[in-house]
């Protein structure tokens, strides 16, 4: 099975820098996927890691180490529209996503 | 373009009672997925299908049950609702069930068992 683990909630200010972290144990890794939520709406999709290093996309970016069993979601120039609970999603050998529980990230003016 | 939808919205459900969660894509997508959605617990997954005429058990699939007759379709049902069954219920599908597959969600039901 799979096991995720990722901080409840974070704060931060209009313009600053967070960074999500995500562990995980599985007993297959084949990517990890990070999602972003807005209450009351589905998940988006942010990102897909498969090799170690960083991917940047914009205002965010998300690393990877795989012998580390680690990630982060790093969101730059924070906006108040980016209050919303990321979500990290590993993939295992079944090919099927297993969910953290989210990290609540709220942006204060 | 409508990508995934899913009906009803909401609906609040005394328990025992069947109760047919329905999701429609329209991308051709080969995958689909349900999951339910907890406070504290995070996405879980219940059902899948690699693709139609195929289904497949997740993590949670006690209760209920699904089926993939065509591609678009992906219905939901709960035989016999119990009030542990009070969720958020995404459907989701992907292109391909692959590793690196980004799964595309719908707007969500929210079902109430009481």
């Known amino acids: 099975g799979q096991n995720i683990d990722q901080p409840t909630e974070m704060t931060a200010t209009e313009g600053a820098i967070v960074q999500i972290n995500c562990t995980y144990q599985?007993?297959?890794?084949?990517?990890l996927f990070w999602y972003q939520q807005h209450a009351g709406e589905a998940p988006t999709f942010l990102s897909y890691?498969?090799?170690?290093g960083l991917e940047e996309k914009g205002r965010f970016s998300s690393f990877l180490s795989r012998s580390k069993g680690y990630s982060y979601l790093l969101l730059k120039e924070l906006q108040m529209k980016d209050s919303a609970s990321y979500l990290c999603?590993?993939?295992?050998?079944?090919?099927?996503?297993?969910f953290g529980a989210g990290t609540t990230v709220t942006v204060r003016a | 373009i409508a990508g995934i939808t899913q009906a009803p919205t909401s609906q609040i459900l005394a328990a025992g009672r069947r109760m047919t969660l329905r999701c429609t894509q329209d991308m051709r997508h080969n995958a689909m997925y349900w999951y339910r959605q907890d406070l504290g617990l995070g996405l879980r997954l219940i059902h899948y299908s690699n693709t139609a005429g195929t289904t497949g058990k997740g993590e949670v699939p006690d209760g209920y049950s699904v089926s993939r007759a065509n591609t678009d379709d992906f219905p939901l049902t709960l035989a016999s609702a119990v009030p542990s069954q009070t969720s958020v219920y995404f459907c989701?599908?992907?292109?391909?069930?692959?590793?690196?597959?980004?799964?595309?969600f719908g707007p969500g039901t929210r079902l109430t068992v009481l």
């Open positions: 989701a599908s992907s292109e391909g069930a692959g590793a690196s597959n980004e799964q595309f």
């Open positions: 999603a590993v993939t295992s050998n079944d090919y099927k996503l297993s």
């Open positions: 599985t007993s297959g890794f084949n990517g």
């Open positions: 890691n498969v090799l170690d």
